[in-house]
C-alpha cells in the first residue's frame, strides 16, 4: 500500500522562513497525481490514507528556477573603437528570461529513517521542464510514465 497527498508542494525558501507552503495550482496537480496514481496501480499497488498505515509514502514536490540573463549589442566591434571626438557610446542592454520547472516524485519508507531522524529516500523520480508555460498534460503524462517504466522493480507482483 501507498499514501500519497492530494496536492503537490512547490519548495520554496518561504517554508524555511515560517511562512505556509505553496502549491502548484490544483487544476494541473490532480493532472499530474491522476498521472502518477494509474502508474502505481499498474504497478499493483494500492493507494490508502496516512493514517491506515501505508507501507511507503509516495511525495511529489515541485520548484521553479528563472535564468535571467542580458547582453549588450557592442556597434563597433568591426569598427575598432575609434571613438574621435564623439563622448563614448554605451550601448543598450538586453535582457531576458525563462522559467523552468521540474517535478520530484520520491518513494519513503514511513518507518526507515536515517541516524539524523531524517526519511530515507528509495527511490526518485525527477522530471525537468513541465511546470513552465502552458500546461501540456500529454507532455507531462508522457514523462511522468516513462519515470515509472523504466522502474520495473517497483512493481509489487
Known amino acids: 500500500t501507498y499514501a500519497m497527498p492530494d496536492k503537490i508542494v512547490k519548495i520554496t525558501g518561504d517554508v524555511a522562513e515560517g511562512e505556509e507552503p505553496s502549491f502548484i495550482p490544483d487544476v494541473n496537480a490532480q493532472v499530474i497525481l491522476g498521472t502518477i496514481a494509474d502508474n502505481m496501480t499498474d504497478l499493483g499497488w494500492l493507494r490508502v490514507d496516512l493514517e491506515d498505515d501505508p507501507d511507503i509514502l509516495l511525495l511529489p514536490a515541485a520548484w521553479e528556477t528563472t535564468t535571467i540573463y542580458y547582453w549588450y549589442d557592442y556597434w563597433y566591434w568591426w569598427y575598432g573603437g575609434y571613438w574621435g571626438w564623439y563622448y563614448p557610446y554605451y550601448p543598450p542592454v538586453y ?4 522559467t523552468t520547472g521540474t517535478l520530484l516524485m520520491s ?33 507531462i503524462n508522457e514523462a511522468i510514465n516513462k519515470a515509472f517504466a523504466i522502474s520495473p522493480y517497483l512493481k509489487t507482483n
Not at 535582457?95 to 525563462?98: A, C, G, H, V
Not at 519508507?109 to 501540456?136: C, E, H, K, M, Y
Open 95 to 98: 535582457t531576458s528570461s525563462y
Open 107 to 139: 518513494i519513503t519508507d514511513p518507518d526507515l529513517l536515517s541516524t539524523d531522524g531524517n526519511r530515507i529516500n528509495q527511490w526518485a523520480g525527477a522530471v525537468n521542464g513541465l511546470l513552465t508555460g502552458s500546461f501540456n498534460a500529454s507532455r
